[in-house]
T-cell receptor, first 115, second 111 residues
Framework: NAGVMQNPRHLVRRRGQEARLRCSPMKGHSHVYWYRQLPEEGLKFMVYLQKENIIDESGMPKERFSAEFPKEGPSILRIQQVVRGDSAAYFC?????????????FGEGSWLTVV | KNEVEQSPQNLTAQEGEFITINCSYSVGISALHWLQQHPGGGIVSLFM???GKKKHGRLIATINIQEKHSSLHITASHPRDSAVYIC?????????????FGKGTKLSVKP
C-alpha cells in the first residue's frame, strides 16, 4: 500500500508564475489536508478536503491560493502569481473517513522555491 | 503566546539516555498528535492521543487533559532518533486535520 504521494518534490518558479502541487492520498483515504512550512517557522494548516468538497479552508490565504480534490485524480494545491514569500515546504496528508479514526499520514512534502 | 508550546526547543543527548519532550497547550482539544520530522523533511505520525498513554517500541506518549499537557518519552535513545519532534493539537472546535502545531523540539543523539 503506497503512502501519500506528492509531486513534484522540488519546484522552482519565477515570480508571477503559477505553481501546482499534487497529492495522491493513500489508497482508501478520502480525506486530504494541506499544510505549509515556511523557512524557520512551524507548520500551519491550510485546507481540508474530501472528494469534490472543501470542508475547511480557514488556513488558506485569501488570494492566489486554491485547492481541489476532484472525483478522479489527485488533490491539487494551486498558487497563482507566486511571490518570494510563497517559498516553503508544502505537505499533504490523508486519513480514512471518520469511521476509520483520524490518524493522519503525511507525504514527503513539496519544496517550492520562488526566484 | 503560541497555543501550543514545546520544551525544550533543542535537546542533545548521549546514546542510551532517556529523553522527555514536553508539550503544553492552551485550548480545549479533541486530540493531540506527536510527529517526527527527519532532516530530509518527511513527516511521520508517531502517536494520536485523546487520553491516557500509548507505547510503541521505545516511544511512550502520555497526555493529561486536565493539565493540558503531553509528554513524549524515548527510552534507550539512539542516533537514528535524531529528528525534530512536533506536537500538534486539534482544537475542540476545529475540523479533523485542522492541526495547531508547536514549533518543534530538535533532538540530536550523539553516539
Amino acid at each position: 500500500n503506497a503512502g501519500v504521494m506528492q509531486n513534484p518534490r522540488h519546484l522552482v518558479r519565477r515570480r508571477g508564475q503559477e505553481a501546482r502541487l499534487r497529492c495522491s492520498p493513500m489508497k482508501g483515504h478520502s480525506h486530504v489536508y494541506w499544510y505549509r512550512q515556511l523557512p524557520e517557522e512551524g507548520l500551519k494548516f491550510m485546507v481540508y478536503l474530501q472528494k469534490e468538497n472543501i470542508i475547511d479552508e480557514s488556513g488558506m490565504p485569501k488570494e492566489r491560493f486554491s485547492a481541489e480534490f476532484p472525483k478522479e485524480g489527485p488533490s491539487i494545491l494551486r498558487i497563482q502569481q507566486v511571490v518570494r514569500g510563497d517559498s516553503a515546504a508544502y505537505f499533504c496528508a490523508s486519513s480514512p473517513g471518520l469511521t476509520g479514526g483520524n490518524t493522519i499520514y503525511f507525504g514527503e512534502g513539496s519544496w517550492l522555491t520562488v526566484v | 503566546k503560541n497555543e501550543v508550546e514545546q520544551s525544550p526547543q533543542n535537546l542533545t543527548a548521549q546514546e542510551g539516555e532517556f529523553i522527555t519532550i514536553n508539550c503544553s497547550y492552551s485550548v480545549g482539544i479533541s486530540a493531540l498528535h506527536w510527529l517526527q520530522q527527519h532532516p530530509g523533511g518527511g513527516i511521520v505520525s508517531l502517536f494520536m492521543l485523546s487520553s491516557g498513554k500509548k507505547k510503541h517500541g521505545r516511544l511512550i506518549a502520555t497526555i493529561n487533559i486536565q493539565e493540558k499537557h503531553s509528554s513524549l518519552h524515548i527510552t534507550a535513545s539512539h542516533p537514528r532518533d535524531s529528528a525534530v519532534y512536533i506536537c500538534a493539537v486539534i482544537s475542540g472546535g476545529g475540523s479533523q486535520g485542522n492541526l495547531i502545531f508547536g514549533k518543534g523540539t530538535k533532538l540530536s543523539v550523539k553516539p
